[in-house]
Nanobody, 120 residues
């Protein structure tokens, strides 16, 4: 079992930046593809960004491409999501996941989510 802990969410204004962190305390996730998803009430969970185990390849949804950046530090068992130029449409609960089948929402482990609110 892998426990994922997200942090870094909050209330910001449009145009601001946030950096989300996903940590896996005491568990190595360096061998697994990881990803960030987001979800709002009444909608399906959306894949925002994904990163391969070795950070060689990243993938972004069209809605965040050029504004968000996913990265990882395998030595710290952590995955990050740098979010710049935030828009009201980015407001959601953000979830990190690991041990994912690449380019899918099929992930074995999920965090509890961190809320991002963007005011206009």
């Amino acid at each position: 079992q892998v426990r994922l802990v997200e942090s870094g969410g909050g209330l910001v204004q449009a145009g601001d930046s946030l950096r989300l962190t996903c940590a896996a305390p005491g568990r190595a996730i360096s061998s697994y593809h990881s990803a960030w998803f987001r979800q709002t009430a009444g909608t399906e969970r959306e894949l925002v960004a994904a990163i391969t185990w070795d950070a060689y390849t990243t993938q972004y949804s069209d809605s965040v491409k050029g504004r968000f950046a996913i990265s990882r530090d395998n030595a710290k068992n952590s995955v990050y999501l740098q979010m710049n130029s935030l828009e009201p449409g980015d407001a959601a609960t953000y979830y990190c996941a690991t041990t994912c089948v690449w380019q899918t929402a099929s992930c074995a482990y999920w965090g509890q989510g961190t809320q991002v609110t963007v005011s206009s």
